[in-house]
């Protein structure tokens, strides 16, 4: 089920938490403190009825939120960008067949396992229209390839506002989940 941004921001607001694919853990996988890695988003616009050349911008902007926002809330935790970019090449040469690192959990693993990261954390903002985008996210513990958060949110109006938006509430999703050791409660246990 896909929810639009301003029906997950009234929720958020009402203090329900936004609708995802993913169950609750009930046992911390890790301590709260351990590194993470977060890679550059990934564009896919393939199937978008029109592309546009500045289209990748709106994955650079999700990056940056991403990346601004994650260190925010886990201040020294995350894996140095450059040490990731190198180790994701070598990761894709021997897992991608040397496709991006940042669109294969498996490659993103090894690649984040590399640089010692215990979380590796992946998002794609994937144009459908100009006014209809679609953001996916996830975040995976690194030694069990469990998927912890596995988000899907269309952002519809404006999309600067809404990539920028959606990516910022999944960031602090991201924080809370390795804060709580990837122990999740945004759904009533059976």
Same mark, same amino acid.
């Given at each position: ?36 890695? $977060?890679? &550059?988003? =990934?564009?896919?616009?393939?199937? /978008?009825?029109? #592309?546009? %050349?500045?289209?990748? *911008?709106? !994955? ?35 897992? $991608?067949? &040397?496709? =991006?690192?940042?669109?294969?959990? /498996?490659?993103? #693993?090894? %690649?984040?396992?590399? *640089?010692? !990261? ?56 991201? !924080? ?15």
């Amino acid at each position: 089920m896909r929810w639009s941004f301003p029906v997950l921001l009234a929720l958020a607001s009402a203090g329900a938490a936004p609708l995802t694919a993913q169950m609750a853990s009930r046992t911390a996988l890790e301590p709260p403190d351990v590194p993470v890695a $977060a890679f &550059d988003a =990934a564009l896919y616009n393939a199937q /978008a009825n029109v #592309r546009e %050349a500045d289209d990748s *911008v709106k !994955a650079a902007l999700a990056t940056d939120v991403l990346h601004f926002t994650l260190a925010r809330l886990l201040p020294g935790q995350l894996a140095d960008t450059a040490a990731l970019r190198a180790a994701a090449e070598a990761a894709a040469r021997r897992t $991608a067949g &040397d496709q =991006a690192c940042n669109v294969i959990v /498996a490659c993103a #693993r090894a %690649a984040a396992e590399a *640089v010692g !990261a215990r979380w590796v954390v992946l998002a794609k903002v994937s144009k459908t229209s100009n006014l209809i985008w679609l953001l996916t996210g996830q975040l995976v513990h690194v030694p069990s390839g469990t998927i912890v958060l596995d988000d899907s949110t269309e952002l519809k109006g404006d999309p600067e506002a809404m990539v920028r938006a959606g990516v910022r509430i999944f960031a602090e999703r991201v !924080a809370r989940a390795v804060r709580a050791g990837g122990v999740t409660s945004d759904f009533p246990t059976p």
